[in-house]
């Protein structure tokens, strides 16, 4: 669970516990208004060193994938 998941769950049983009628929907509306309470958790370690993000294979050009599709024009199509 991420950290803001945490605090609206917090958030969500204070508020339930005082009220019975007390929503979901009314804790998120709560927890963002008390954003400022949460803390410094969501914020990025300096200490872990950085992710590398695996970049995307280059997209083949339109000519290329041209000559490696099969062509429909040489088929031919026999009726029994």
Known sequence: MTAWNDFVKKIYHEGHNKDSNYSF???????SARKSEM????KISTT???????SKKPRK???SRKHTKKS???KTHRRK
């Open 39 to 42: 803390g410094k958790t969501g």
């Open 25 to 31: 929907k009314q804790a998120l509306k709560d927890a």
């Open 48 to 54: 872990e060193p950085p992710v590398e993000v695996k």
């Open 61 to 63: 050009t339109r000519k």
């Open 72 to 74: 429909r024009k040489n």
